[in-house]
């Protein structure tokens, strides 16, 4: 009953956390990026202090937070930012040019501080806040009168960083998800870039009421961004060929009802090619191996609700509910399953109809053997567009398709996308981003008289 009413207020208004949803934490604007799941007993460690995660329950997504000290130890606040500072440091942009100041003159011999460790420490136990030992170290700086306004902006960001962090609450979407995975572990989903993500999707013509077949070995991004964008239509269907499935973690931490979830399904090649070609099912545990993969996807782990995107985390977030939930809370944490079995009734309709799209993004196998074998299951005119991260696999399942005539409005696209700065005085383009996205091959599949 709970567990239902729980759901039911998250659907409501989906811009407001609950318990037991999913959340990005950015950590001083991209420098730390957490995915954790909001519970009363999860914590999350920023610097040195662990702070509950139970003051972001109920709060709205894109709020900010601050680490302060409280009575029963460090605590996570509630911040507004202020918008003065751009006022300011535009007029104090005018007045660095009048004054002609420049830091060549400034040394940098770690001298010009005068104010101690010790000292900081003192501060911090008398409970002074971050802000507060911000402006004393600003205060007893000796060279930050004379540095530009702009390094005293970036003074001031890094001693910001340290001793008052701030945490921006952030809703995991496609577009968040991607970007964090691709900052912090791009190999876990193949390289694959937003920009690239977002022209696969158009161009598989993903939309609503679509069957897609995804052939998703990025870790599961691929499958929920094409389950956030069908919002609760159509199915996706996640094939995969040999005995075991792909992983699906990142696609459970896109807060998915139980809507999306039960059309998100999975069905081995082996299933989808023996109902089209009428033969009979050879002799397998796919199924069986199917099972206990989401069997143990919803196994129930003690350690702490968080994950950090990082090399050696790889604990499925679904799982990560803390070890003093009693059992009804765990009701109410545990995410709705997705990725059951096909049934054999949908598998007979794709069988008459065919699928209306295909989307690969499975750099580790052959992508020719693959695309030869999956293009029968499209219905006629489907389109369908693959990812690889190098050329040459894509070019020469280009050719082939010509060759065969299997395909017409054949295509490679390279995606090109340029990050700027934008700030008073300094806008250009970043000077550290990532230029290559990969390579798309698009198509579309034709009728052939075999």
């Known amino acids: 009953m709970s567990e239902n009413k729980l759901h039911g207020d998250a659907v409501e208004n989906p811009r407001l956390t609950w318990d037991g949803c999913s959340v990005l934490l950015d ?135 340290k001793y008052a962090p701030i945490v921006l609450l952030r809703r995991p979407f496609t577009r968040s998800i991607c970007e964090a995975y691709l900052k912090k572990y791009p190999v876990r989903i193949g390289f694959l870039r937003m920009d690239t993500l977002c022209l696969l999707l158009s161009m598989a013509n993903v939309s609503a009421n679509s069957d897609v077949l995804v052939v998703d070995m990025v870790g599961g991004l691929l499958t929920g961004a094409v389950a956030e964008r069908l919002g609760g239509t159509g199915i996706v269907c996640n094939t995969y060929a040999g005995g075991s499935p792909y992983p699906m973690d990142i696609a459970r931490i896109f807060n998915f009802g139980n809507e999306i979830c039960k059309r998100i399904v999975r069905s081995p090649l082996t299933d989808l090619f023996s109902v089209q070609t009428g033969m009979p099912k050879p002799a397998s545990h796919n199924g069986d191996s199917c099972s206990m993969e989401c069997e143990s996807n919803d196994q129930i782990s003690s350690d702490v609700g968080t994950e950090e995107v990082s090399p050696t985390s790889e604990k499925v977030i679904s799982d990560l509910i803390p070890e003093s939930t009693n059992s009804q809370e765990v009701k109410i944490c545990k995410s709705a399953k997705l990725g059951e079995k096909a049934s054999q009734e949908i598998i007979s309709l794709w069988k008459e109809n065919g699928f209306s799209s ?33 050329l040459q696999p894509l070019a020469t399942c280009m050719h082939n398709l010509q060759v065969g005539k299997m395909a017409v409005g054949l295509q490679i696209s390279e995606p090109w996308l340029r990050e700027y700065q934008v700030l008073p005085s300094r806008t250009h383009p970043c000077m550290q981003m990532n230029g290559f996205g990969g390579y798309i091959l698009s198509g579309t599949k034709i009728c052939t008289n075999n």
């Open 27 to 161: 950590i001083n604007d991209g420098d730390r990026l957490v995915f954790s799941r909001l519970s009363a007993g999860a914590k999350l460690k920023i610097g040195n202090k662990n702070c509950s995660l139970q003051p972001l329950i109920g709060c709205p997504f894109g709020s900010f937070f601050r680490v302060e000290n409280g009575s029963e130890g460090p605590y996570l606040s509630r911040y507004t930012p202020s918008t003065e500072g751009n006022n300011i440091q535009e007029q104090g942009d005018c007045q660095s040019k009048d004054e002609l100041r420049d830091n060549r003159a400034l040394v940098d011999n770690n001298k010009a501080q005068s104010l101690t460790g010790d000292a900081i420490n003192e501060m911090r136990r008398q409970g002074a806040t971050g802000d507060e030992i911000v402006e004393a170290l600003i205060a007893n700086s000796a060279t930050f009168e004379k540095k530009t306004v702009f390094s005293q902006e970036k003074y001031r960001l890094k001693k910001q960083k």
């Open 358 to 390: 295909l989307i690969i993004a499975a750099p580790e196998l052959d992508t020719w053997s693959l695309v030869k074998e999956m293009l029968p299951l499209l219905s006629n005119s489907a389109p369908f567009a693959i990812y690889h991260q190098y």
